[in-house]
């Protein structure tokens, strides 16, 4: 599942893996936490501005923002723990495929698959408002 990530510094999208809790004996509270892989602006996605400001821009051919996946000079899917009070909504991605879509995509397996993603706005009013 595809969730948007709220953080100090801003929002990010990224995919759960794995809730956990951390168990500290000299805590009374025990801590929620999450293993996700996130998402990056994907390239030629990001514009300056007047301002000198840079901005994550939408596609112009269907006004929706494209990501990738996160990873390490590996090639490795990049990891973050974070805390599950860091997960604000579910948010729906579209793989990209181009002119054709491969024939051993199926809607099971084509998150894993895909290198490129939109993020449907449009999928609901909530979502299309905290996009936009």
Same mark, same amino acid.
């Given at each position: 599942? =595809? ?8 929002? $990010?999208?990224? @995919?759960?893996?794995l809730? !956990?809790?951390?168990n ?5 509270e025990?801590k929620l936490?999450?293993?996700?892989q ?10 300056? @501005? ?5 901005? !994550? ?24 723990? =974070?805390?599950?009070s ?9 793989p990209?495929?181009y ?5 051993s ?12 993603? $939109?993020v449907?706005? !449009? ?5 299309y @408002?905290?996009?936009?």
């Amino acid at each position: 599942m =595809i969730f948007l990530i709220n953080t100090a510094l801003g929002h $990010y999208a990224a @995919q759960l893996r794995l809730v !956990f809790c951390e168990n500290n004996p000299t805590e009374k509270e025990k801590k929620l936490l999450a293993l996700v892989q996130p998402f990056k602006p994907a390239r030629n996605t990001i514009a300056e @501005q007047e301002d000198g400001s840079r901005a !994550f821009v939408t596609d112009d051919n269907v006004e929706m923002f494209r990501v990738v996946r996160e990873k390490e000079r590996n090639g490795a899917r990049r990891w973050r723990v =974070i805390e599950l009070s860091e997960i604000w909504r579910p948010i729906e991605l579209i793989p990209l495929f181009y002119k054709k879509c491969p024939s051993s995509w199926t809607s099971s397996n084509s998150l894993e698959l895909a290198e490129e993603f $939109y993020v449907n706005c !449009f999928s609901d009013k909530e979502t299309y @408002q905290s996009v936009w």
